[in-house]
């Protein structure tokens, strides 16, 4: 198993550690040098030392391979991913923006070869989500590969299945970048409330006290809804007192087939306005797999997916050119005056105009008259 990895991204060539957010850049030509040293070439010297300064690694002694991983230069420029295992999940959230959530996906052969096609896109972060992707049966072989293939693995959780053995086992031996688990409550009414599943509360902190003795990289994701606004401090609480990182989420969006009824959640009190929409890298540096292998933009974006288990890798050429069509302001916010200054992306305006949305969620022209209301 490789301890470093070394990586083209984008314009630059990044030396990483698995599972750590430490990292450096290199110069081309001392990724040239890693790329043409022969068979059973020592660590060179100058890498020997950047390890030591940056992770603290002693590679004095040791071969280059298999002690780093050399990722070959791609020519389609995907260097970030996101691939939902499986929609099937063990909660029923009342928020969920999936809206149907089927058991269903590929099977072993070709999960291997979409990570395959990941690869060889270019893709150095992968995120794994769900649904709920570590109650997925491929899920400990799924993040054990992309490790293997030279990936900087992020996984999105609900964080229910943490304390299970086999979990821990493969995110302490493969660990990932970045585990982010969202949280939906700081109490068992208002969390179990919020899943629509007993117990799930109490699975929730079991995985969170295993994720912090077993040292993950966790990060939560504090879920802010009408049931559990008053306990924001609360669930904030839950990260800064493990040590954990935490980012809070207020905005509740309509499901990806633009059903408004999950939007009845949302506290209307921390409904916080956006920043400036000025463009993303989805369809362009950046793609979205679902569970069956189907390429979109993002995961809101999801139209015209390209079927990448028929066309391979060679189907991401014709992404961009979705993505620039999907971005086009049009439908309801043709000829908008303040469209230079809007607050979201097509994609997502399209989905909560299709759910009926209040203006105020969404878009300018009635954002002070509702959200203020």
Same mark, same amino acid.
């Given at each position: 198993?490789?301890?470093?990895?070394?990586?083209?991204?984008?314009?630059?060539?990044?030396?990483?550690?698995?599972?750590?957010?430490?990292?450096?850049?290199?110069?081309?030509?001392?990724?040239?040098?890693?790329?043409? #040293?022969?068979?059973?070439?020592p660590v060179p010297v100058w890498l020997v030392t950047t390890a030591h300064q940056v992770f603290g690694l002693d590679l004095s002694g040791r071969s280059l391979d298999p002690t780093v991983l050399v990722r070959?230069?791609?020519?389609?420029? @995907?260097?970030?991913a996101s691939y939902e295992l499986n929609l099937g999940c063990n909660y029923d959230c009342e928020h969920c923006y999936l809206g149907d959530r089927p058991f269903d996906g590929l099977d072993w052969t070709g999960?291997?070869?979409?990570?395959?096609?990941?690869?060889?896109?270019?893709?150095?972060?992968?995120?794994?989500?769900?649904?709920?992707?570590?109650?997925?049966?491929?899920?400990?072989?799924?993040?054990?590969?992309?490790?293997? /293939?030279?990936?900087?693995?992020?996984?999105?959780?609900?964080?229910?299945?943490?304390?299970?053995?086999?979990? /821990?086992?493969?995110?302490?031996? @493969?660990?990932?970048?970045?585990?982010?688990? !969202?949280?939906?409550?700081?109490?068992?009414?208002?969390?179990?409330?919020?899943?629509?599943?007993?117990?799930? @509360?109490?699975?929730?902190?079991?995985?969170?006290?295993?994720?912090?003795?077993?040292?993950?990289?966790?990060? /939560?994701?504090?879920?802010?809804?009408?049931?559990?606004?008053?306990?924001?401090?609360?669930?904030?609480?839950?990260?800064?007192?493990?040590?954990?990182?935490?980012?809070? @989420?207020?905005?509740?969006?309509?499901?990806?087939?633009?059903?408004? !009824?999950?939007?009845?959640?949302?506290?209307?009190?921390?409904?916080?306005?956006?920043?400036?929409?000025?463009?993303?890298?989805?369809?362009?540096?950046?793609?979205?797999?679902?569970?069956?292998?189907?390429?979109?933009?993002?995961?809101?974006?999801?139209?015209?997916?390209?079927?990448?288990?028929?066309?391979?890798?060679?189907?991401?050429?014709?992404?961009?050119?979705?993505?620039?069509?999907?971005? /086009?302001?049009?439908?309801?916010?043709?000829?908008?005056?303040?469209?230079? !200054?809007?607050?979201?992306?097509?994609?997502? #305006?399209?989905?909560?105009?299709?759910?009926?949305?209040?203006?105020?969620?969404?878009?300018?022209?009635?954002?002070?008259?509702?959200?203020?209301?």
């Amino acid at each position: 198993m490789h301890s470093l990895l070394v990586a083209p991204f984008l314009d630059s060539f990044l030396l990483m550690r698995p599972g750590h957010t430490a990292g450096a850049k290199l110069p081309r030509r001392r990724y040239d040098e890693l790329t043409g #040293a022969p068979q059973g070439a020592p660590v060179p010297v100058w890498l020997v030392t950047t390890a030591h300064q940056v992770f603290g690694l002693d590679l004095s002694g040791r071969s280059l391979d298999p002690t780093v991983l050399v990722r070959q230069r791609s020519p389609h420029g @995907y260097v970030r991913a996101s691939y939902e295992l499986n929609l099937g999940c063990n909660y029923d959230c009342e928020h969920c923006y999936l809206g149907d959530r089927p058991f269903d996906g590929l099977d072993w052969t070709g999960r291997e070869k979409l990570l395959h096609i990941m690869r060889d896109a270019g893709v150095v972060w992968v995120q794994l989500t769900g649904g709920e992707p570590l109650i997925d049966k491929y899920f400990p072989e799924v993040h054990r590969l992309a490790h293997e /293939l030279g990936m900087m693995v992020s996984i999105s959780s609900n964080g229910s299945r943490l304390a299970n053995p086999r979990i /821990l086992d493969v995110l302490t031996t @493969y660990r990932p970048y970045r585990l982010t688990v !969202s949280v939906y409550g700081a109490t068992e009414e208002s969390y179990d409330g919020m899943t629509r599943r007993r117990g799930s @509360y109490r699975k929730f902190i079991k995985g969170m006290d295993a994720a912090h003795e077993a040292n993950l990289p966790v990060q /939560l994701s504090v879920v802010v809804s009408e049931r559990n606004a008053d306990e924001v401090d609360a669930m904030v609480a839950m990260a800064t007192d493990r040590g954990f990182s935490h980012h809070v @989420y207020v905005n509740m969006s309509p499901t990806i087939h633009g059903d408004g !009824s999950v939007l009845v959640t949302q506290s209307a009190e921390h409904l916080r306005e956006r920043k400036q929409f000025t463009g993303c890298n989805a369809g362009h540096t950046f793609f979205h797999s679902d569970p069956h292998g189907r390429a979109s933009i993002c995961k809101i974006g999801r139209d015209d997916a390209i079927d990448l288990m028929a066309e391979g890798v060679a189907g991401l050429s014709r992404l961009g050119e979705v993505a620039d069509r999907l971005m /086009l302001r049009n439908g309801g916010c043709s000829g908008c005056a303040l469209s230079g !200054s809007c607050t979201v992306c097509r994609p997502l #305006a399209k989905q909560y105009q299709q759910a009926k949305a209040p203006l105020g969620m969404y878009c300018q022209h009635g954002q002070r008259k509702e959200v203020n209301a």
